[in-house]
């Protein structure tokens, strides 16, 4: 399937300094908490590792890091056709009583989110879990919302919301797509 | 991506999904560190180990990746089953079939067994040994050590050595490590060599296969030595005058090990018949991996289920 574009949302400049807010406005949130930033793959990998930087420049200290893999979480496994590749689950072993700021690119269903809490849960109990997205789109389809949104828009469902960023694309930005009929 | 119904050996793998089964494993191993060591992934699914043979670290090892992955796993073991009253294998499988079974896990002493049942069943088929034909969660799970330490799965010496007649596990292991272009050398006593050994694969492949009765020209620089278990119970005459004899000329001592790369590796498949065909010394010594290859099968065997178990094949 080839998606159309139907605009941009977000050039490079603007990519870099909404990850530079999120920052900082998880830093104000959190102040004298122990985050742990978790990653979710796979943009919420590259997303996680420069909100690290950003927040080690502030505060001459790096956050602990660590990423996740939702797949073996997923609730529609018995429905996709291909098993979906699994990727590496990498969580500080450190994490009980840390608050944790998942982080994810595209907030839509909350189906992604079901599964990383469950998925964290596993780790042990952690003081909080706090959720940072770049885009929320809608659409939810379970009682998840954000605690920290880089940009909130209206999307229609045959839509598709695609984030680029440099480490995995070779590029920031961010387009909105559409499905052709 | 793995298409496959079944997994009955390795000749029938590509190398993409002999690669595909490894890089999954490597995410699984994550799981066996955890705290709790379960994920949801194949809950309400029953996976079926029907072991018609002896063993250990099979059978356990399919059940707890079966555990970790949250399946329900029946264990039957012939001498326990319906098959001690006369059953037949095909009407056995059915059976299970019948009872929704999502995997059978077949060992069975016939070759072939399980490719029969695959034809025959909804379930997925896993060949856990089927006589001396395959044996392929074996050669994945060496596969999986030997890329860990070597980093690689091209351009390296493996020996085997020992009982290559009676060996599945040197049949699936020649094939996956010739598929690479690994250079694999057969060894064993003259009794115990199949004739046709050179023929195990295709034309293809047959540059990377070597076959010898030294076992100083198997080891000599030799990357990864794979050692096989003397298997006395399907003796049923003499391949060689006495064990002591069998030790003097084939068992596995540290002067042996001495020949090849400093950094070899020693792996068995297990059990081990200490004193026959490896030295105690080197079974413990620091270049053994034997223990590694447990933990890895059941990353591998974790891998396995998971990739055979996705709903391809089904409706919707």
């Known amino acids: 399937m080839t998606l159309k ?11 870099q300094s909404t990850l ?43 956050p602990q890091l660590g990423v996740l893999d939702i797949n073996l979480y997923r609730d529609d496994l018995t429905r996709v056709a291909f098993q979906p590749v699994v990727r590496r689950t990498d969580v500080p072993p450190t994490i009980d009583d840390h608050d944790v700021i998942l982080i994810d690119d595209v907030l839509y269903t909350g189906r992604t989110i079901r599964a990383a809490l469950d998925a964290l849960c596993d780790f042990g109990r952690m003081r909080s879990i706090q959720l940072a997205v770049m885009i929320d789109r809608g659409h939810r389809e379970l009682p998840i919302e954000a605690n920290f949104i880089g940009k909130k828009i209206a999307t229609k469902s045959n839509e598709v919301v695609e984030v680029k960023l440099r480490e995995i694309d070779g590029e920031d930005a961010i387009y909105v797509m559409e499905k052709p009929d | 991506m793995l298409t496959h119904k079944d997994l009955l050996g390795i000749a029938t793998l590509s190398r993409e999904e002999i690669v595909e089964i490894l890089d999954t494993a490597d995410s699984f191993q994550e799981v066996s560190s955890r705290p709790i060591k379960k ?19 099979t059978r356990t090892s399919f059940e707890i990746a079966g555990k970790r992955l949250s399946a329900d796993v029946v264990n039957i073991s012939a001498s326990t089953s319906s098959v ?49 034909h395959e044996h392929p969660t074996q050669a994945l799970l060496d596969a999986f050590t030997i890329r860990q330490r070597k980093k690689r799965l091209n351009d390296l010496k493996v ?29 064993s006593a003259p009794t115990l060599m199949p004739v046709e050994a050179k023929n195990l694969v295709g034309p293809e492949n047959s540059q990377y296969l070597h076959v010898t009765h030294s076992m100083d020209e198997a080891i000599k620089d030799a990357d990864v030595i ?35 790369k400093p950094d070899v590796i020693i792996m068995h498949p297990g059990p081990i018949n200490r004193g026959v065909e ?7 010594g620091p270049y053994s991996v034997i223990l590694d290859q447990v933990t890895a099968g059941v990353a591998v065997r974790m891998s396995v289920l998971y990739l055979l178990l996705g709903s391809h094949g089904s409706t919707d």
Request: charged share 20%; glycine share 6%.
């Open chain 1, 5 to 15: 574009l139907s605009y941009q949302l977000m050039k490079s400049t603007e990519v």
């Open chain 1, 20 to 62: 530079e807010r999120l920052a900082g406005e998880i830093l104000k949130a959190n102040a004298d908490r122990q985050v742990v930033l978790v990653g979710i793959h796979r943009r919420g990998v590259p997303m996680a590792q420069r909100m690290a930087s950003t927040i080690a420049a502030m505060t001459q200290t790096e």
């Open chain 2, 39 to 57: 994920v949801p992934t194949l809950r309400g699914k029953t996976v079926i180990n029907l072991f018609f043979e002896a063993s250990t670290r």
């Open chain 2, 84 to 132: 001690s009253k006369g059953e037949t294998l095909i009407d056995t499988a059915r059976t299970l079939d019948a009872m929704a079974a999502d995997c059978v896990v077949v060992r069975h002493a016939s070759s072939g067994a399980p490719k029969t049942l695959a034809g025959l069943t909804k379930a997925s088929i896993v060949n856990g040994g089927d006589g001396a």
């Open chain 2, 159 to 187: 020996a085997i050595i020992g009982d290559i007649a009676h060996s599945r596990v040197a049949r699936s292991n020649v094939h996956l490590l010739t598929k690479f272009g690994s250079h694999v050398w057969l060894c």
């Open chain 2, 226 to 260: 794979m050692m096989l278990r003397v298997q006395f119970e399907r003796m049923s005459e003499s391949f060689f005058p006495s064990v002591r004899e069998y030790f003097r000329y084939w068992g596995l001592t540290r002067q042996r090990v001495e020949k090849a």
């Open chain 2, 278 to 284: 490896i030295a105690t010394d080197v079974a413990d």
